[in-house]
Every structure is written in C-alpha cells, then in structure tokens.
C-alpha cells in the first residue's frame, strides 16, 4: 500500500516539476533572442561587433532635406525624431542594417524609410575598423512615443543571438519638438549638419 | 490492484544495462544531431591559415596565388586611406577555382578585417588607369576561365591611414576551413 502511494507521489511530483519548467523557464525563441547591450544616449556602448555613441536626438514636425539639388519637404501625422550618432566597426567591416525606435508601450518603429535618400543614413553605412563615422537615424512615430523611448539597433532585425543596442533616448519632459529640421548635405555624402528652421 | 512481482536477478541486470546504454546513447544523439551544424559552421570559418611568403605564389584552390603589390592612398580627411591591393592567380583546376567562390578580406596582422569596397574609388582609377584591366576576385570566379590562364585581380579597401603592414586574406569555400594569407 505505502508502496503504492509512494508510486503516485511520485508522478504527482513530476508533473508539478514538469508544469514548473514549462511555465519558468525561457522558450526557444527568447534563447535565441538578441543578445542586449544597455546604455543612454550620450554613453559609448560596445557590443560584439561594433561600438555606438547617441550623440544628439532631435523632435521635429517636418524635415527639410535637400536632394538632387531640390528642396522637399517631409511632413507626418506624428513627429520624427533625427538621431544622430558615431559608430565604428570593431574587429570587421559591418553594416547595421537594423535601427528603430522603441516606444514606451513596447510598439517598435523601424527607421523611416521615406528619406531613404539622406545623407550618413546608419543603417546603409558600411563600417570600418579604426574609423569612427558620423551616422545618421530617422524615425517617425506617433507623438505620444517620444517621452520614455529607446533606440534599437543591431547588424540585422532577426539573426539569433546577435548583439542588440538598446539605447535609452532619455528627453526631458519638455522636450523641444521643432516646427522644422532643415538636413543640409556637406562635401561628401557622409557629411551634413542640422538646422532647426 | 495485484502487487508487482519481485524483480528477478535478469530484470534487474536489463535495467541497469537500459541505464548504462543511456549514457552512450544520448551524447551520440546530441553529436549526431549537431554534426551538420558544426560542419556548417566550420565552412564558414577561416581557421588554418596558409601563409606565403611576400611575391612567392602558393597553391589554394585551384589556383597558384602571388601578391603582386598592396598600396596606400591617403584620403583628404587624413584620417583614412584607400589600400590598393593587386593580386594574380594562375588557374591549375578552373572548376575548383569557379566553386571556390573567392572571399576576399585585408588584415592588419591582428584582429582587424577591412572587406574590399564595392565600387572602386574614383581617385584610384585616377592614380591608376591600369586598374581598369583588372577584375575582382569574386567576378574572377565567374568568368570562363582555362587552365594555365593568368587572372589579374585588384581590390580596394578604406582603412586607417596609421595602418601600414597588411597581409591580403583570400578564402575559398571549397577550401575552407583552410584559407590563403598573401603577405
């Protein structure tokens, strides 16, 4: 009988343990997440494969870029937000193909693809070892996103434990959100400066 | 419910054998399964490395490889340079040459890697119009080629201006983990 008894203990106790493991532990896809490296705007973050520093972020309703020798301006429902940033390759020539804006709900906007033409753009700039460059990232959200986000970016949006940033974009409450960014080119196409107009 | 009979002497050795046959059993498992993973990995990989003398030819893939020059050329940012590297191949095996699918990196020696640039930089064309006979290592792989023929390739690199020893790397897939250091 206690023979028995102990039997279903037994298997009683297995399927607790059993249920415990299915429910706490970390499923395939979260192993084999990115892997995150954390840090504010303004701090050097290092991850396997390159290094990034957030040196200004800016909120503005419209964007005035200059292409081709043609103003156009950029206008949206929401703000944008012009990141920029420096940024080297570590031990190999890269190119981080992944860049968005992290809202504080957890929505995820990646990196506007309507000024595709700007200049420095991040995340079509090859990277060199040795050679920090200036760099580039656009985001567009709605307005309610800025207070509270982040930046992401990695190599690419989906390789299994590849380094992650996420960057803390850390505006004040009263942040300035400017009617206008003017983007103007410099000599090269890795060049430009920001005006607020 | 009837009681289990006692285990007999044979039971007993069948269970202690299934536990024992475990032991064995899963690692084999885990490596049968991984097998093709970790030889995946390890063509992708540049592990051995073969390593020539500078202007010596050596044999890789199909082909007799020479470094014939690696050359800087100073950017205006001063900062940065462009190296030039001019390289030939005497094809022994066109087939093994085309499959290797060449890959093509500059090394400083150390850790670093620089890929070759995509288009060549308009200041190289101008400081050497001969580059325009040349092709590059992976258009090289694609070209009808026969054996004994000499290919004459060039690739350009953005690096460091303060850099100045590099050894040009040169994998083929087929090859691989094997891989080609010119110096």
Request: proline share 7%.
């Amino acid at each position: 009988m206690i023979r028995k008894l102990a039997s279903v203990l037994a298997i009683g106790l297995a399927i607790i343990i059993l249920y415990g493991l299915q429910k706490t532990r970390p499923g395939y896809g979260e192993i084999t997440s990115p892997i995150t490296v954390s840090g504010k705007a303004g701090e050097k973050l290092s991850a396997r494969n390159f290094e990034l520093t957030v040196t200004n972020i800016r909120l503005a309703r419209e964007i005035r870029l200059t292409t081709f020798g043609k103003d156009r301006l950029y206008s949206t429902s929401g703000i944008w937000a012009v990141v920029e940033a420096e940024a080297a390759a570590r031990n190999e020539s890269i190119t981080l193909t992944s860049a968005a804006w992290l809202g504080p709900d957890g929505v995820r906007y990646d990196s506007s693809e309507r000024l595709s033409n700007a200049p420095g753009l991040l995340t079509v700039q090859r990277l060199e070892p040795g050679l920090p460059s200036r760099a580039l990232m656009i985001f567009e959200f709605p307005e309610s996103e800025w207070p509270g986000g982040s930046i992401l970016v990695a190599p690419t949006p989906f390789l299994a434990l590849e380094n992650e940033m996420h960057i803390t974009a850390g505006l004040p409450d009263n942040a300035v959100i400017h009617p206008t960014l003017a983007l103007v080119r410099g000599a090269s196409s890795a060049d430009w400066s920001i005006a607020t107009e | 419910m009837t009681a289990l009979p006692p285990l007999t002497p044979r039971d007993r050795r069948l269970r202690w054998l299934s536990l024992a046959a475990l032991i064995v059993l899963l690692p084999a498992a885990i490596g049968v399964r991984s097998y093709g993973g970790v030889t995946g990995w390890r063509a992708e990989q540049d592990l051995d490395p073969v390593t020539t003398e500078p202007g010596k030819t050596v044999s890789y893939g199909g082909a007799e490889w020479r470094l014939e020059g690696l050359y800087q050329l100073r950017q205006d940012d001063r900062k940065s340079a462009i190296i030039l590297a001019e390289f030939e191949a005497k094809i022994a095996d066109p087939a093994a040459f085309a499959a290797g699918m060449c890959r093509i990196k500059l090394s400083d020696r150390g850790d670093k890697r620089w890929l070759p640039q995509f288009l060549t930089p308009y200041a190289v064309r101008k400081a050497r119009p001969s580059i325009d006979e040349r092709v590059t290592c992976g258009s090289a792989t694609i070209k009808p080629l026969k054996a004994g023929e000499t290919v004459k390739m060039a690739e350009t690199f953005l690096a460091p201006v303060d850099v100045t020893k590099f050894d040009l790397i040169v994998s083929a897939a087929n090859v691989r983990p094997a891989y080609l250091v010119l110096r």
